[in-house]
């Protein structure tokens, strides 16, 4: 009996120090936050967080108690990935806790997918699943119809800058240069230069959805000036890494927008994710879907802003849009961030004003949208779908 006991008493001992020692070894995550700098960045309290050495969004979320969608909110870029060094912003406090909609989007369980797979594709808890499921307790099974809560983050701002860290400053040899590329200046690009016939401008007040992928970060401020020079209503819907493939794959989500906001005009701004594809016959079909869905909405489509050139994905948009509706973005000089890949602020709004007064001069359907003389921040409501996992 003495020699058991001794036996529990030694265990109990090794399993106390181990705990210690893991507690020792690991710092509290009051210790990892009390030593980093705070900041305001639209509109929210902020740790500013160099990255270490193998930390990606998720092990960067998991050290903060938050979710990847709350970084990617703040930081765009990152969906591309994290590197060593690289600062981000992180929010103080939880966003998607109070910033989550309760909306929803559809999803039909196809044959091997598993309650993890979908959960993880969406980002959302098994909880969450079966809350708006109850009939899951049943088990899953190929064929059924799942009600999947959209989480969405719709933020009511006048930020000055794109939501991600700052762009360092370009050195320059000539005082007061624009960010675009010094030799160049934004040209009307017309694919075809021989305008079409269409009708006079509507002069009515709009209701406008612009979507797209992450170039609506610095699109979409501009747009805001445009909607309150002229007194239009507008929904920036920015869905990071995006593609022709996930609107027309997750056509509910288009559906939803298109329902709930009921859009008198549609901009679109997509193919930036999509440059280096060899599968371009899907990225036709995909293209179509999305048009179709569109329907008798009016809408135009303003192509991706190259930094190198594509396969085809540009051609693909122009064919099936037509070239009144498309505007070619490729054939622009920009000064981008420091990714290399997205536009900076400024040059995004003389890429937006370009693409405009292309589209005043050859769309079919144009509505007044006469150039802003406030450049200030406007407030307006975007909404950010964080990128899905597959």
Sequence with gaps: MNRQNNKAMLLRLALLIALVECLLATPCFGQQTDTLPRTEYAGVECYLYTVQKGEGLFRVSQKFGITQADILELNPSAADGLKIGQKIYIPVKDL???????????????????????????????????????????????????????????????????????????????????????????????????????????????????????????????????AAENGHDLLNVIWYS????????????????????????????????????????????????????????PFVWIGPPNWKEDTGINDVILKNTGKERFFLSKQLKFRRTKDGKHVATSSAADWLDAAIEYFNDNAPQTIVLRKPQNTENMRGKNVLLKPLKY
Excluded at 283 to 289: G, I
């Design 96 to 226: 998607s806790a109070t910033n989550t909609k309760g909306d929803f989007i559809t999803h039909n369980v196809a044959a091997g997918q598993t309650i993890y797979s979908i959960t993880t594709k969406y980002g959302i808890t098994k909880d969450e699943l079966l809350q708006h499921n109850p009939f899951l307790d049943k088990g899953l099974k190929a064929g059924q119809t799942l009600k999947i809560p959209l989480k969405i983050n719709v933020t009511e701002s006048t930020v000055s800058t794109p939501i991600e860290p700052p762009v360092e400053p370009v050195a320059t040899t000539t005082k007061n240069q624009p960010e675009l590329e010094a030799e160049t200046t934004i040209p009307t690009v017309k694919p075809n230069a021989k305008p079409t016939a269409k009708q006079s401008s509507d002069t009515a007040k709009q209701r406008i959805l612009f979507i797209g992928d992450s170039m609506l970060e610095t699109l979409g401020k501009r747009m805001r000036q445009y």
């Design 242 to 297: 995006s593609s022709t493939k996930w609107w027309a794959q997750h056509i509910d989500t288009l559906s939803h927008f298109i329902n709930d906001f009921r859009p008198t005009y549609i901009f679109i701004c997509l193919g930036a994710n999509e440059l280096f594809v060899k599968d371009l016959q899907q990225r036709d079909k995909w293209t179509k879907q999305i048009i179709k869905r569109i329907g008798n909405i």
